[in-house]
C-alpha cells in the first residue's frame, strides 16, 4: 500500500510517501526529521487526534465555552467524542483545565476546558463597568 500524506508536525508542511509491505515494513520518504516518519507511521497505523470544540454552559457571560481532548483520541472516535460534547452542558464558572467530560466516550480521555466561562453577575450592580476611554 502507497500513501502520500502531508506532515502536519510543524509548519513546515512535508509531502512524505509512506508504504506499507504485506509483512508490515513501513518505509517513509519526503520528511525532513524523524517526527515525519513517527507521524507517517502512527497515521497507517493507529490514526489519533485531539479534537476541539466548545460546549454550552448555563450562567455564564457567554453562551459557550472552548474544550479540547486532554490527549489524542483514535481517529475512530471522533464522531463519538463529538456526540458527547455536543450533549454536554457545563455550569460557570468553567476555569481553564477544568474537567468537562470524563472518560469522553469511553476513550479513556478526558475533555477539558481551553477557555474561562466567568459566572454571569446576579444583578447590575455586580456588572463590572465598563468605562468608554472616549469620555
Ligand atoms: S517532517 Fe519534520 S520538518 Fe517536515 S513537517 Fe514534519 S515535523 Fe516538520
Redesign the pocket.
Known sequence: MKQEMI?I??P???R?TVCKEPEGTITVTG???P??RQ?AEKEVTAPTRVVTSTVAVSGAVCPRVCVKTAQDIPKEKIFDVMHEIHSAKACAPVHIGDVILQNCAGTGVDVVATSNAPAEPHNAHDAPKIESPLR
Open positions: 506532515c508536525c510543524c513546515l508542511g512535508c512524505m520528511n525532513t526529521c517526527r515525519g507521524y
